[in-house]
């Protein structure tokens, strides 16, 4: 289960993509994740997915 919260998805998205995961995409098949709902959360606190550096910024 990912955090509902914006700031602790963050963290963890970042945390997957660093440790695990090459790419956004790859993360989200893998845990079978609405890619679009989790950009749309973590936008609401104005970060956006960065596919250069893996990361939300």
Same mark, same amino acid.
């Given at each position: 289960? +990912? &955090?509902?919260? &914006? /700031?602790?998805? $963050?963290?963890w998205m970042n945390? #997957? $993509?660093?440790?695990?995961? &090459? *790419? $956004?995409?790859?993360?989200? #098949? *893998? %845990?079978? %994740?609405?890619?679009? !709902?989790?950009?749309?959360? $973590?936008? !609401? +606190?104005? =970060? *956006? =997915?960065? !596919?250069? *550096?893996?990361? /939300?910024?």
């Amino acid at each position: 289960m +990912i &955090p509902k919260d &914006p /700031f602790m998805l $963050l963290s963890w998205m970042n945390t #997957q $993509l660093r440790d695990h995961y &090459p *790419s $956004l995409d790859e993360l989200c #098949q *893998s %845990l079978n %994740l609405d890619r679009e !709902s989790v950009e749309h959360t $973590l936008a !609401s +606190i104005d =970060y *956006s =997915y960065d !596919s250069e *550096s893996n990361r /939300f910024v």
